[in-house]
C-alpha cells in the first residue's frame, strides 16, 4: 500500500514536471517566432529608410528609451529636412483601423500604441529646448506584412512598408541646415545608443546604417541661432509666421495654474506663441481649443498656418472670429438673434438727431462718432443696464473726463437708441456678444478645454468675459495674448473688473525676433509718450524695451502732392522691390481706409502686378501682393510693408490736448499708423499724401 502510495505520487511529480517543461518549449518556441519576426520586421524597416540617407536624412537604429541605459528599445528615430520621425516596426497579423481604435482580430490593441504617444511628448520636451516646434515632431508605425494606408490614431500615422518613404517625405523642407545638424545631435544625445545589442534580434546579420556626414564645424550659441533665423528669413512670409525661436518653445509649452497672459511689444511672436501654445494644447488636453481674435480675416490665416505646422491636431483647434464664436453658440442652443448694423445705424443717427445733438454733448464733442463709441465701446461694451452703473464708471481708455450731467445726456442717446432698436427688432454686433455671454453663464460650454484669445487688447470687456465663461479658471484655460500699445480701437478695460485674476501667470516677452532696429526706432516715435491703462490695470506699465538685435535700411517716409503722384511712387517702389528679389507674395500695402485701398489695387495691377485683397487671404503661399487695410493686418507679417494714404498730421507735432476728444482719437490713429510699420520685418515704406 505504501509502495504503491509511493510510485503514484512520483508519477504526479514527473507529469508536472513534463507539463511544465513543455510550457517553457512552447514558450520558448513563441518568443522566437515573435523575436524572429520582430527581427525580420526591423531588416525590411532598415532597408525601407536607407534611400532618405541619400536625400539628407540622419537614420539612428536600435536607441535605448530617453533616460534608460537598456530595456526598451526604440526601432528607429530619423531626423532630417521633413522634421523628426520615431519609427516603429511592427508586424502585427490581422491588424485593423476602426474609427480611433485599433484592433488585432477581435481584440482592441490601441493601448499597445501608448508607448509612441509617451515618446511623442518626451522628445518635444527634450528638442523645444534648442527651439524645434513640437510640430516638428512625429511619430509612425510601419507594418511590414502589409501594404497601404491604415490609419491615424491619437497622433500616430499607421502606415504599411511601401509607404514609409512616402509619409516621411511628404512634409517636405522644413528644417533647415543648420537647424537640422543641431537637432540631430540632440537626437542623438537624447536617443543613446543600446548598451548591448539584441543579437537575436538579426536572423541575417546586416551592417548597421551610417548617418550622413555632416561638417562638424565649430560654431557659437549665437552663430547657431544666427544662421537659424536667416534661413527661416529666406522663406515665404508665411513659413516664417509659423517660425518658433528656442525661447518662444519653451513659452509655448509653459504650464499655468489658472487664466494666464503674454504681453510684449511688437515684433516679439505673441501671435506665433500663441499658435503653437494651441498645438500644445491640443496635444496635451482631453477637449478641443478655442483660438479667436476681434479681426474676423486672423482665424483664417492662423488655421492656415496650424495646418502646416501642425497637422497632427489641426482637426483638434477651431478659429474663429469672437463674433462668429458667439453666433454659433446661439446657432446649437436654437436661438435666433438677427444682426443687421446697416439698420442699428439708421436707428442711431435717428437716436442722435432726437436727443444726443444737444448742447451738453455738443461742448464737448461735435461728432456722431465720438458718441457712439462711447454707447457701443463703454455701455455696451460692458453690457451696462443702469444708469447708476454708468454714473460711477472708470471710462478705462477714454481720455476725455465727463461730469454728472454729461453722463446724463449720454444715457439719455443710449435709451433712445435701445427704445428704437427694440421697436424695431433690430440687433447689433454688441447685444450678439451680450446675449451669448448670458447664455454661456446660464449653461456653460463642455467642448472646449482651452481658450487662446490672440490681440486681446481689442476685445470688449462683455467678449473676454464670454470666453472666461467657457473655460473659467481651470489651469491652462484662458490665455490672453496681447499689447496694450497695440490698441487701435476706443475704450477699454480692466481684468479685475470681471473678476478674473492672472496673479503670477504674467508673462512678458522681451526679445524682437521681427522687425530691424530702424523699423523699431521709427515707429516707436508715434507712440513714445503715450498713456494707456493695460488689461492689468496698470497705467503704461513699465516693460523692459525689447532687444533687437538685427539692423537694415532706414525707413522712407515720401511727401506727395497727390495721390496720383503718390500711387505712381508705391507702383515704382513694389517693382523695383521684385526686380531685387523680393517674392510679391511677402510684400504688404496698407492703407488706413479700404476705399484707398481699391485705388491702389487698381494701380498695381494696371502695372501688371498681382494682387489679393487681405479680406480674401488665408494664409496660403502665392505671388500677389497683400493689399489691404490696417486692421485687417493685425496679426500679420511682411518682409516689406508699404504703408500708403498716410494722412501727414499722424506725422507732425500737434498742439491738441491729450485728455481731449481730439487727443484720444489722434493718439488711436496713431496707433494704428504704428501697428502698420511694425508688421514690416525688412524694410518700410511710407507714403504721405
Not at 511590414?144 to 491615424?152: A, P, Q
Not at 435701445?418 to 433690430?426: K, N, T, V
Not at 503704461?540 to 538685427?550: E, G, H, I, N, Y
Not at 528679389?581 to 476705399?595: E, S
Amino acid at each position: 500500500m505504501g509502495a504503491g502510495h509511493s510510485a503514484a505520487g512520483q508519477a504526479a511529480l514527473f507529469q508536472l514536471e513534463a507539463e511544465q517543461l513543455a510550457y517553457a518549449q512552447q514558450t520558448a518556441l513563441e518568443m522566437h517566432r515573435r523575436y524572429s519576426a520582430a527581427a525580420s520586421s526591423e531588416a525590411a524597416l532598415g532597408a525601407a529608410l536607407e534611400p532618405l540617407e541619400e536625400r539628407g536624412f540622419r537614420v539612428f537604429a536600435d536607441r535605448a528609451w530617453p533616460g534608460t541605459r537598456s530595456g526598451a528599445q526604440v526601432d528607429f528615430v530619423v531626423v532630417g529636412p521633413s522634421g523628426v520621425w520615431i519609427v516603429d516596426a511592427k508586424s502585427w497579423r490581422d491588424v485593423r483601423v476602426q474609427g480611433d481604435r485599433v484592433f488585432q482580430g477581435q481584440d482592441d490593441v490601441t493601448e499597445r500604441l501608448d508607448n509612441l504617444t509617451s515618446l511623442i511628448a518626451t522628445t518635444q520636451s527634450d528638442l523645444a529646448e534648442i527651439g524645434v516646434a513640437p510640430g516638428e515632431i512625429h511619430a509612425a508605425a510601419v507594418f511590414t506584412n502589409k501594404g497601404g494606408v491604415l490609419g491615424r490614431i491619437n497622433g500616430i500615422d499607421l502606415v504599411g512598408i511601401d509607404r514609409a518613404l512616402k509619409l516621411i517625405l511628404g512634409r517636405g523642407q522644413r528644417l533647415g541646415p543648420v537647424e537640422l545638424a543641431a537637432t540631430a545631435d540632440r537626437v542623438e544625445l537624447l536617443f543613446a545608443p543600446l548598451a548591448e545589442r539584441r543579437r537575436f534580434f538579426r536572423s541575417v546579420p546586416r551592417e548597421p546604417v551610417v548617418p550622413v556626414s555632416l561638417p562638424q564645424a565649430l560654431i557659437t550659441v549665437d552663430e547657431l541661432e544666427a544662421s537659424l533665423l536667416a534661413f527661416e528669413r529666406a522663406k515665404p512670409i508665411e513659413e516664417w509666421m509659423a517660425f518658433l525661436h528656442p525661447d518662444q518653445a519653451r513659452l509655448a509649452k509653459r504650464s499655468f495654474n489658472g487664466p494666464s497672459r503674454i504681453r510684449g511689444s511688437a515684433g516679439t511672436g505673441k501671435t506665433v506663441v500663441g499658435l503653437h501654445r494651441a498645438a500644445h494644447l491640443a496635444r496635451t488636453t482631453p477637449g478641443r481649443v478655442l483660438v479667436t481674435t476681434f479681426v474676423r480675416t486672423l482665424p483664417d490665416v492662423l488655421e492656415s498656418l496650424m495646418q502646416r505646422m501642425a497637422p497632427e491636431v489641426a482637426h483638434r483647434v477651431d478659429f474663429m472670429g469672437v463674433h462668429e464664436f458667439a453666433r454659433e453658440v446661439l446657432k446649437d442652443r436654437g436661438i435666433r438673434l438677427f444682426v443687421d448694423q446697416k439698420k442699428a445705424d439708421i436707428a442711431f443717427d435717428a437716436a442722435w438727431l432726437a436727443t444726443g445733438s444737444t448742447a451738453v454733448l455738443l461742448r464737448v464733442d461735435r461728432s456722431e462718432r465720438y458718441w457712439k463709441e462711447e454707447i457701443f465701446s463703454v455701455i455696451k461694451g460692458r453690457g451696462i443696464k443702469r444708469f447708476e452703473d454708468y454714473a460711477q464708471l472708470s471710462r478705462v481708455g477714454r481720455r476725455r473726463g465727463l461730469n454728472p450731467e454729461q453722463r446724463h445726456a449720454v444715457w439719455e442717446l443710449y435709451s433712445a437708441y435701445d427704445s428704437l432698436m427694440r421697436a424695431r427688432g433690430l440687433n447689433d454686433y454688441a447685444d450678439l456678444i451680450l446675449r451669448a455671454e448670458r447664455s454661456l453663464r446660464d449653461e456653460p460650454l463642455d467642448t472646449y478645454s482651452a481658450v487662446v484669445v490672440d490681440e486681446a487688447q481689442d476685445l470688449s470687456c462683455s467678449m473676454i468675459r464670454m470666453l472666461h465663461h467657457v473655460v473659467g479658471d481651470r489651469p491652462d484655460g484662458l490665455n490672453l495674448i496681447g499689447d496694450g500699445r497695440q490698441t487701435i480701437y476706443p475704450g477699454g478695460y480692466t481684468l479685475s473688473e470681471m473678476g478674473i485674476s492672472i496673479a503670477g501667470r504674467g508673462v512678458i516677452m522681451t526679445q524682437n525676433y521681427r522687425n530691424t532696429v530702424e523699423i523699431v526706432d521709427f515707429a516707436g516715435t508715434l507712440i513714445a509718450g503715450d498713456d494707456y491703462v493695460d488689461i492689468e490695470g496698470e497705467t503704461s506699465p513699465k516693460d523692459a524695451a525689447a532687444l533687437v538685435s538685427r539692423r537694415g535700411a532706414a525707413p522712407t517716409v515720401t511727401r506727395f502732392p497727390s495721390r496720383s503722384a503718390h500711387d505712381k511712387a508705391l507702383v515704382a517702389h513694389v517693382v523695383e522691390l521684385l526686380r531685387t528679389g523680393c517674392a510679391p507674395g511677402d510684400i504688404g500695402v496698407l492703407a488706413p481706409h479700404t476705399w484707398a485701398t481699391r485705388d491702389i489695387r487698381k494701380a498695381l495691377e494696371l502695372a501688371d502686378i498681382a494682387t489679393i485683397d487681405l479680406l480674401n487671404y488665408r494664409g496660403a503661399v502665392d505671388d500677389k501682393v497683400k493689399v489691404g487695410t490696417i486692421k485687417r493686418a493685425k496679426g500679420l507679417e511682411f518682409k516689406q510693408v508699404l504703408v500708403a494714404r498716410t494722412p501727414a498730421a499722424l506725422l507732425d507735432d500737434s498742439s491738441v490736448a491729450l485728455d481731449s476728444s481730439e487727443g484720444e482719437r489722434r493718439e488711436l490713429d496713431r496707433r494704428e499708423l504704428y501697428v502698420a510699420m511694425t508688421r514690416a520685418r525688412d524694410g518700410l515704406w511710407v507714403g504721405v499724401a
